[in-house]
Structure formats: structure tokens, C-alpha cells
């Protein structure tokens, strides 16, 4: 079997590779999320919208998490960043405003164009149909 074929991605909200980057795996809560981050046939993606939301808190005082620690831990959880594209924009537009935060809305309706599971802690994503969220 081709090993290609046992690989599976997902998609990190902001919030769980910000806890993995700053206090390790092992302190996620979730014993599914930490399953799928330790596994070794495991993709892990991270859009290029996190990135801006870590970046503003950042630069706002609400994260300690500069540019540098930030491209650190993208490298050191061998993470993949996704760009948002117009095919993610387009499916934003068509997501009903259930979840308040546009920046999970972006994560929400990028792992819809990429037909990938999301890693997360928020619930409210569980709201809307045809994403596979694990948290």
C-alpha cells in the first residue's frame, strides 16, 4: 500500500497550535486532539488566517507570541501553512454567521474547501454542517 494513503491532514485552530507551541502537547485537554498530534501519519495544517489572528494579538499585548517564537513552533510542530485562497473566501461568503469571529469562520470554511477535519476546543463550529470537527 502506497504510504501516501495512510497520511491524513488536519486543520489547527489558533488556539490549540498556540497552547501546543507555548505549553506542549501534553497540555492540551483534549485526549483526541493530542491523539491526532502525536500520531505519526498525521498532516498538520495551519491557514495563514491564524497566523494574522496571532500576529494582531500579538502586536495588540494579548498573546506573547512574537514573529520569531511564532516561525520556531510552526517548525518545530511541523506544521504546513495553508494559504487562504479566493476558493476559501468564496466559501466564507456562503457560511451563515453562527460562529461571531470571523477568523474561525475562515478556519471553519477553509478545511470545507480542503475537505479536512478541524482541531479545536470551540464548540460552536460544531454547529455547522458538513465539517468534521474534533475536539
Do not use: W
Request: include cysteine.
Amino acid at each position: 500500500m502506497d504510504q501516501r494513503q495512510l497520511l491524513s491532514a488536519y486543520l489547527l485552530d489558533a488556539s490549540i497550535f498556540v497552547s501546543a507551541a507555548l505549553l506542549g502537547i501534553e497540555a492540551i485537554r483534549s485526549r483526541k486532539i493530542r491523539d491526532v498530534l502525536l500520531a505519526e501519519n498525521t498532516i498538520l495544517e495551519l491557514s495563514a488566517v491564524s497566523l494574522t489572528e496571532i500576529c494582531i494579538k500579538h502586536a495588540i499585548g494579548k498573546l506573547d507570541m512574537a514573529p520569531e517564537l511564532l516561525r520556531e513552533a510552526i517548525q518545530d510542530l511541523r506544521v504546513n501553512v495553508t494559504p487562504y485562497t479566493a476558493k476559501h473566501a468564496f466559501g466564507f461568503a456562503q457560511l451563515p454567521a453562527v460562529h461571531g469571529d470571523p477568523f474561525d469562520r475562515m478556519i471553519l470554511a477553509t478545511a470545507l474547501a480542503e475537505r479536512i477535519p478541524v482541531l479545536t476546543s470551540d464548540r460552536t463550529l460544531l454547529k455547522y454542517k458538513g465539517c468534521e470537527v474534533i475536539g
